[in-house]
């Protein structure tokens, strides 16, 4: 039987908070978001950028990293550049979470 490796949408971990608003960053933390991924038996982490961003400030990736091995999450995805096809504000908001970099790298 083949095995299929199933990443989690960002949504699927990320408890009480609502799409596409200004309330879409997770109220839970990483870790225990991290741990329910790993209890349903997915193989990776679905992630946004303010989440990420959140991370680097909290954790920093490097742990973040040791957090994921520890449950066995093999794959990271990055979820979802908005506005890339717009024009005006919102082509520019794109544009700045799309060139922000890592704190201390920029």
Not at 9 to 20: K, N, S, V
Request: hydrophobic share 40%; aromatic share 8%; charged share 30%.
């Amino acid at each position: 039987m083949t095995r299929h490796e199933l990443i989690p949408a960002c949504w699927t971990t990320a408890g009480a908070c609502e799409p596409l608003t200004d309330r879409e960053l997770s109220p839970l933390p990483i870790r225990r978001r991290v741990e329910i991924a790993a209890a349903a038996g997915f193989a990776g982490f679905g992630i946004r950028h303010g989440d990420l961003l959140a991370v680097e400030r909290d954790l920093g990736f490097a742990e973040f990293r040791r957090v994921l091995d520890d449950h066995d999450l093999r794959h990271l995805e990055l979820e979802f550049l908005e506005g890339w096809y717009e024009d005006g504000p919102d082509r520019a908001a794109s544009d700045r979470v799309r060139a922000d970099p890592p704190a201390g790298r920029g």
